[in-house]
């Protein structure tokens, strides 16, 4: 599973659009688009903001490898579920 894919998962677990999970991590709409739809890798800054927001940074370890760690509080969402997490 990729990394946009992964980012959509989460996107839908939350419930958020584009222009919520821009907000939440305070930034710029047009890249947070392209990194969903997979157009742009994303930069560090964003992941940084991503792995230090409150609520979303429980996915950190499974947006970046696709792995989990259950014990740290590192989780998938459920909808990704359709492609097993590891």
């Not at 969903?36 to 490898?65: A, N």
Request: positive net charge.
């Amino acid at each position: 599973m990729s990394f946009d894919t992964r980012l959509r998962a989460i996107i839908q677990e939350e419930r958020y659009s584009n222009q919520q999970l821009a907000n939440a991590l305070s930034f710029n709409l047009s890249a947070t688009a392209n990194y969903v739809t997979g157009q742009k890798e994303p930069c560090c800054q964003f992941l940084m903001k991503f792995s230090r927001h409150d609520y979303l940074k429980k996915y950190t370890i499974w947006l970046l490898t696709g792995n989990i760690e259950p014990r740290s509080g590192q989780v998938c969402p459920v909808f990704s579920t359709q492609e097993p997490c590891v």
